[in-house]
């Protein structure tokens, strides 16, 4: 069974909305009997977060959408429930697949849905929850370190500066600082493959980006 959605930025959402009377192409996914006046209850709406929690990262199922900092908003258009979303890194191969993901889950509880991309401000992995750091540490592969803080607003579009050094990663099964990086590209693009001097198990680094 696929589960149609749409993907669309919320300038192009806009635009559909108000192109009234607008009958193709404007409902994502799936009506299930969801009376209009559903967008009110904040009861609904922690259920909507609670079935959101339950969303992995399609790379790494430890941790949540919600943990990854990818859920951006989420609010009810009249007709939908409408997910923004904000893609980890453009060109993702995974951000298909939490769309689709996120609609799968709201329609099997009979929820209208729909996910839209915001694009700015740009995800970050400082956006990363302080309980998915841990669970990525959990699960063996060590969480982005922070990035230098950046006057607010100077995040528009960011240039990666020319590592002298890889940063010091500790190792995430015995500790240690004694690491090294051993290709900059692990298991996903968003990864790098480290090496543990101490204990000598290689592991996954989640680069800050
Ligand atoms: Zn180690």
């Known amino acids: 069974m696929s ?73 009810w258009s009249g007709a939908a429930w409408q997910v923004v979303i904000t893609p980890t890194y453009s060109g993702c191969p995974a951000m298909t697949q939490m769309a ?4 799968a889950v709201l329609a099997g509880a009979h929820l209208p849905v729909e996910v839209l991309t915001q694009l700015a401000p740009a995800w970050s992995t400082d956006w990363i929850s302080p309980q998915g750091r841990q669970k990525l540490h959990e699960y063996g592969i060590a969480p982005p370190a922070a990035l230098p803080a950046q006057p607010a607003g100077a995040r528009v579009l960011r240039f990666m500066p020319r590592q002298e050094a890889a940063p010091a990663v500790a190792c995430p099964r015995c500790g240690s600082q004694e690491t090294v990086e051993t290709s900059h590209f692990g298991s996903t693009a968003c990864k790098a493959l480290y090496r543990c001097l101490s204990c000598r198990e290689p592991f996954d680094y989640f680069k800050p980006y």
Do not use: N, Y
């Open 100 to 103: 689709d993901d996120i609609v």
């Open 3 to 75: 589960i149609p959605h749409t993907w669309k930025t919320p300038a192009e959402a806009a635009l559909q909305s108000s192109a009234a009377g607008a009958s193709e192409g404007v409902s994502a996914g799936v009506s299930a009997g969801v009376s209009a006046g559903a967008g009110g209850s904040d009861e609904l709406r922690a259920r909507i977060w609670a079935l959101l929690e339950q969303v992995s990262d399609p790379e790494i199922p430890v941790i949540s959408l919600l943990d990854l900092g990818v859920v951006r908003e989420l609010r």
